[in-house]
């Protein structure tokens, strides 16, 4: 069972409404669930979709090919009746569409629905048009599977009453009875539904890429955030604010990037773990920030979600062109982490492992991510706790003020200062952004510069690259080809290469941590690569950003490169057909 659903239509019109409800659906039914959305930036009008792949084996990547197809407005049809599988269906309303769907393509495919009739008659309002195709959507899965489809049934029964009950019960019930309208009408009418489910198994986790560094960052004891709403980031700042009381957190909307990275540094200073986001255009505002980071060793986490530039490019879609500026944007040379999760999995385990790297090494600390990322949704059984950790670094209470000697800038041999919290002991804590002695206070002095220059480059470098793990390799060490990438290209290809394994030795070679650069040591990746006929680097930006990183890293030039920019994420179709091409040359 593979099934891709993919709901089209006008912002505003509900598409992510019937989008996150069915995908719930799927994953508290069992089923592994792969989300992605195609939105542009504005509120109301513009073609939207959403699209849905469930499966009753592990999935991470979107396919080309739909096989049920619900819109709500002609363009839907019209732009992706083509991408209609064989037996492939489009569900809609034939009284709101404005536009003759008279395409000998398309006709054979049609079912339609009333959705605001069936609405209007068995719940009382038209406006619950979507609930309607959000049961007739289930009812053409499980026309061929009784027992799948009442379960189906029931649990989204259970998440309409969720979402609907803070308007009221009768709301709530009405929505319900529009689910059952649209599931009755799809199993009694849908004479070409050819649609089977794989029985249920235990519920999974359904999670986002935002969620899940946001989740990160709760478990890591983050207790202050600070960010101005820019996409693809502000669905962290929406997560965490909507979580304040329960655990404790501050969040704040600042008026501006500048006024955000300062809040969020003052609050570390303050002897709190603190987080800010944003995306490219706000990261530029936030260089300063950063160097009085660097320059006042205070810990900080930053995520930053890349978007289509330059300026305000294209703001809902996606792009990996933000790496060369994260690994070398602000002034001075300081230490820095850089991170890029390619999975909700590593997003967790990365924001948890920035947080206590930039509070161990006193540096800020980067998640890079994109918007296809941040909005794809997996499904889990559940996170891997194994590695989380959770050390506290700082100097507290009995401990700070037991000391006989405090400077916040202490040159000692690892490199690494003693943390005060201001207040919770006898001892003044101070630090400037001018270059300073070990008790913090502004210096002039070449000789000292120099130490403080090495003290907090030199010294923490090594220690820091010895923290960053590997990439990880998926498939034979002795591969004749390799694909390799970084961040939110994981999945995609994964399921690519898995197409090509039965005809020759192929693996995936995935970059998550990428600075400092990962050793050879820990695995000798580069022997991997030289040993092979051919890499492919496989990036989501024009100019093959971690391509020149790799090669002005470790000397080494990829064979081959596939680059996409068009701001729209691979599909497994896609890719595979860009490695068939580039395959075909050997």
């Known amino acids: 069972m593979d099934y891709t659903i993919r709901i ?3 912002a505003g019109q509900g598409v992510q409404t019937v989008g996150d409800t069915l995908s719930k659906v799927f994953a508290r039914a069992g089923y592994h669930v792969f989300t992605h959305q195609d939105y542009e930036s504005r509120v109301r009008g513009g073609h939207n979709f959403y699209q849905i792949r469930l499966a009753d084996q592990p999935i991470s990547a979107s396919l080309d090919s739909v096989d049920i197809l619900v819109a709500f407005d002609s363009a839907s049809i019209l732009l992706h009746g083509g991408e209609i599988s064989g037996s492939g269906l489009i569900i809609y309303d034939s009284a709101a569409l404005t536009q003759s769907l008279e395409k000998p393509d398309v006709l054979p495919h049609l079912f339609d629905v009333p959705f605001s009739k069936l609405a209007t008659e068995q719940a009382g309002n038209k406006i619950m048009a979507n609930s309607v195709a959000v049961g007739a959507v289930m009812g053409m899965l499980g026309r061929k599977s009784g027992t799948q489809s009442a379960a189906l ?19 709530a019930a009405a929505n319900v009875k529009a689910v059952m309208a649209g599931h009755l009408f799809a199993m009694n009418q849908c004479e070409n539904c050819a649609f089977s489910l794989a029985p249920n198994a235990p519920g999974k986790m359904l999670i986002s890429g935002v969620e899940a560094i946001a989740i990160g960052a709760l478990a890591s004891g983050c207790r202050f955030y600070a960010a101005y709403p820019m996409t693809p980031s502000t669905g962290i700042m929406n997560y965490l604010a909507a979580r304040e009381s329960e655990h404790h957190v501050v969040v704040e909307q600042a008026e501006d990037e500048i006024a955000a990275i300062n809040m969020a540094l003052g609050a570390s200073f303050a002897g709190v773990r603190a987080m800010t986001g944003t995306s490219g255009g706000g990261f530029a505002l936030m260089v300063e920030g950063l160097s ?15 978007r289509p530039g330059p300026a305000t490019g294209l703001p809902t879609r996606t792009e990996q062109g933000d790496l060369q500026f994260a690994l070398y944007s602000a002034h001075g040379e300081f230490p820095r982490l850089v991170f890029a999760p390619g999975t909700p999995e590593q997003a967790f385990h990365l924001t948890n492992k920035a947080f206590d790297l ?8 980067i998640i890079i991510f994109d918007q296809y990322l941040a909005d794809t ?13 959770h050390t506290d670094y700082r100097l507290r209470g009995e401990t700070f003020s037991s000391l006989q000697d405090y400077r916040r800038h202490a040159l000692t041999e690892s490199g690494i200062s003693p943390l005060g919290i201001p207040g919770e002991g006898r001892h003044l804590v101070v630090t400037d952004s001018d270059e300073h002695d070990e008790e913090g206070h502004i210096i002039e002095d070449a000789a000292l510069r120099i130490k403080m220059v090495d003290k907090r480059l030199f010294k923490k470098m090594p220690q820091l690259q010895q923290e960053i793990a590997p990439p ?20 995609i290809m994964q399921e690519a290469v898995a197409s090509f394994s039965a005809e020759t030795k192929i693996a995936v070679l995935h970059f998550s941590e990428l600075y400092p650069f990962p050793f050879t040591e820990k695995f000798d990746y580069l022997s991997l690569l030289k040993n092979a006929k051919q890499t492919i680097c496989v990036e ?20 081959d490169n ?16 860009e490695i068939r091409a580039k395959i075909g040359r050997l």
């Open 292 to 306: 009085l980071a660097g320059m006042t060793e205070t810990p900080v986490v930053i995520a930053l979600g890349q």
């Open 8 to 10: 089209g239509g006008e």
């Open 153 to 171: 049934l029931d649990i989204a029964s259970g998440i309409i009453r969720e979402a609907f009950l803070p308007k009221g019960e009768d709301v």
């Open 377 to 389: 949704c997996w499904t889990y059984d559940l996170l891997d706790m194994k590695r989380y950790v």
């Open 472 to 491: 990880v390799l998926f498939g034979p060490s002795d591969a004749e080809i390799v694909i390799a990438g970084w961040g939110s290209t994981l999945g």
């Open 562 to 577: 596939i680059n996409r920019y068009d701001g729209r994420p691979f599909t497994r179709e896609s890719l595979t057909g």
């Open 358 to 365: 930039a509070e161990k090494y006193q540096i800020p600390a």
């Open 540 to 559: 989501q930006n024009a100019t093959g950003q971690f391509a020149r990183l790799l090669r002005a890293e470790t000397g080494y030039a990829f064979t």
